[in-house]
């Protein structure tokens, strides 16, 4: 393993120990709203209320720019220009601020109409209730695009741990409000959690700025030359991630229309899904963008192309079999998982549902994270750009062609259909670019792990419904440790030398 790939393995496995418990934390949040609230109308309206917050943090203060601050304060820091870094730090953070606070009163003032956009088929109380939340937590987008800022910078520093380690905190003050606050004040309570939450998110991850000498200056001009580089790297991604809250407003919207209960056990099953992406896809491709980044500013095209293959290889290796754990244990892992308080067995078959068809897209968005960051290390972030409306457009044409006869599963097949158009396009456009991908290598790597969840999967299939376990907890952890044990004898026994690399990237030896 050469130094590019230890690197990034050292990373991700401090990464993905703080995801981990980001999303052991954020899966117990949900479980706790589920016992909660269900998939009643009051759900409806809590998860579909954390659309509109959530859309403008993203566009404003999310992943665009990261992807743009990142490289570019990356630069500065490889300059040994530490004063102009801070000062690049605090000019986007003071620009930040300015926007955050102007778009969330904004939201607040036309909240009953953004609301009713959303979800037209809300009932006049549902409706209420959405447009109180909305404006609630509406205070969340100012505080995160701060936030988000400082996992910017203690990232490109090769600092992972704190900004890690704020997503558990923003869980922990949501578990709190929907513990403490939902059987006094309704979903309001867990609304008023996620502001908590927000504000440790925060708080979490200023003694990494102290540490790394952050220098804060009263800085605000559009025309300092790094403010206006990362915005303009931004505004591609912008545009970008514009494309995928449409897709997630549209579901809503859709959803909205199929009853009570739809939204919530969309959101429900779509959350399942992301578990495995957000511990070990999201982890990966946080840790191995700096690397990227630097691969690409020191033009080490090369390192960069083997980096990125051995990097994908290893996402597909884990994404596949979860993928198909999902599918075939939905049922036992919902049940385990959500079937308790007010969650009865009609939520557990809706979420279940949905679930089916969401589990293959797991593959194409483990994916999409890798190679999105490829592109943007090389300050590329128009690209990812086309092809995410491309994406949104099959997204949208196939949503309105399956809601019809399938209801929710329909929309949540639509979305994986519309992931792997996605990624087929990605890894296309960034071949020519890196000079490859690993070609055979690569090819045989995803024959072997993707024949081993076969084998996996007939065995789990073969379990449910031969063996005689009883409760859904005992039944799911049985059904996950078989999966486990026959998908790694499986590359064992086709020899996939992908193994040691997971492994070491998990277990952080490297």
Known sequence: MNSSHRQIARAAGIVMAAFVAS?????????????????????????????????????????ALASAFIPTFAGYLARDDREGAWRLASGVINLLLVATVVAAVLAEFFAPSLTFALAPDFGPEKYALAVTLVRVLLICPVIFGVSGLMMGVLNAQQQFFLPGLAPSAYNVGIILGAWLLIPRLGPMGAAIGAVVGALLHLLVQLPGLVRCGMRYMPVLSLRDPGVRRVLWLMGPRVFGLAVVQINFLVETNLASRLGTGAVAALNYAWRVMLLPQGVFAQGVATAAFPTFA????????????????????????????????????????????????????????????????????LVAHSGIEIVTRAFYALHDTRTPVYIGVVAMLANLALSLSLIGPMQIAGLALANSIAAFVELALLLLLIR????????????????????????????????LGFATVPGAILRAGIGVGIGGVVYTLALLLVGADEVRLVTRMILRRV
């Open 294 to 361: 630097e691969q690409a500013a020191r033009g080490q095209t090369d390192a960069m192309r083997e980096a990125l293959a051995a990097t994908l290889r290893a996402i597909f290796f884990v994404a596949i079999p979860a993928a198909v754990g999902l599918f075939v244990l939905r049922v036992p892992l919902i049940q385990a998982l959500f079937e308790r308080g007010k969650f009865m067995g009609t939520s557990t078959e809706a979420v279940a549902l949905a679930l089916m068809f969401y589990a293959p897209g």
């Open 432 to 463: 020519p670019r890196v000079g490859g991908l690993g070609g055979a290598k690569t090819w045989i790597a995803l024959s072997k792990a993707t024949l081993s969840a076969l084998a996996m999967a007939v065995v789990v299939v073969s379990f």
């Open 23 to 63: 999303r052991l934390l954020g899966l117990a949040r949900d479980v706790v709203i589920a016992a909660r609230l269900g998939t009643s109308d009051a759900a409806d309206a809590y998860w579909a209320a954390f659309r509109i917050p959530d859309t403008i943090y993203v566009l404003i203060a999310g992943g």
